[in-house]
Each structure stands twice: as structure tokens, then as C-alpha cells.
């Protein structure tokens, strides 16, 4: 189980109708998918606007530009920690989305989602460095989307 702690600090997001609703059934759904059901989790996700991303992006990555997603893992807790384990957090970009679902024309709330899944999964620990990480995060990703009702993001981009 996963909660989220959902917080606006810039973008238009008041658009995205049960944002935060969306994003809890999008990161339980990775965490499903990841086998992780079972465990205690929370992550802070923070919907943004360019500007504040690519200040975040350029901090911590050192690229000056925006992105759509961002995700700071947390170190793991010492042992005998009590409670929900804290991933750490999610930051995403209102105008990047916007410019990506139309881009490839995708529902916005289904591409949402699936950066809350790909950030969740990236928070658990899977990355996309190389190409066999990317086909297994993908894997997991399209799973956890179809459970959602959406559909496979990457099939276009196959195609």
C-alpha cells in the first residue's frame, strides 16, 4: 500500500479534474505490478509548472531544461523502522505534459498517470539506464496502466 502527500505549487493543474485521486490509484498500481503490495509506503508528489522543474533539473542533474518528471529517491531507513517507509519524492510539469499528450496524442490524465507510475517505479528502485532495465520498466509500466484502463503508452512509439 502506498499513500501520497499531493501538493500544488505551480502549473495549471486545478484542470486535471481528481488529480490526486488519480495519482494514488497510478503509484498503488506500480507498486502492485512491482510486487510490493503487501508493504507500507508513502511519497510526496509536487505538480509544478517548467520553470520550477527546470530549476529542480538543473540543481540536481545539472540540465538546464525542463523535463516531465523527476524523481528523489529516499535513503533506506535503519533497521527497526517503524511505520510507512518513505520512497522519497515526485515532481512533474504541468506545461511539459500538456505539450506531451497533445504531442502524442494522448489523454492528459492517461499520460499523468503514467508518469505517476513511472516515477513510483523509479522510487522503487528501477531505472532505465540500460536497455534490458528500460524493457523491464516499460513491462511493468504498460501492466500497471492496463490495470488502470490505459492503454499501452510506448505501442505508437514501436510502431
Do not use: C
Amino acid at each position: 500500500m502506498i499513500e501520497l502527500d499531493v501538493m500544488v505549487e505551480g502549473g495549471d493543474w486545478d484542470r486535471l479534474e481528481d488529480a490526486e485521486a488519480l495519482a494514488q490509484r497510478a503509484a498503488a498500481a506500480a507498486t502492485n505490478v512491482a510486487g510490493r503490495e503487501a508493504e507500507a509506503f508513502e511519497a510526496s508528489v509536487m505538480l509544478t509548472d517548467d520553470a520550477h522543474i527546470r530549476e529542480l533539473n538543473k540543481a540536481w542533474r545539472g540540465k538546464d531544461k525542463a523535463t516531465n518528471v523527476l524523481s528523489f529517491p529516499a535513503p533506506a531507513p535503519p533497521g527497526g523502522h517503524a511505520g510507512p517507509r518513505n520512497l522519497g519524492d515526485i515532481a512533474l510539469a504541468y506545461e511539459t505534459l500538456v505539450r506531451e499528450a497533445e504531442d502524442e496524442s494522448k489523454a492528459f490524465a492517461h499520460h499523468y498517470a503514467h508518469l505517476i507510475v513511472h516515477g513510483v517505479l523509479h522510487l522503487l528502485g528501477y531505472d532505465h539506464e540500460t536497455e534490458a532495465e528500460a524493457e523491464l520498466m516499460e513491462g511493468l509500466e504498460v501492466k500497471a496502466l492496463s490495470t488502470l484502463g490505459i492503454a499501452d503508452p510506448y505501442r505508437d512509439m514501436a510502431a
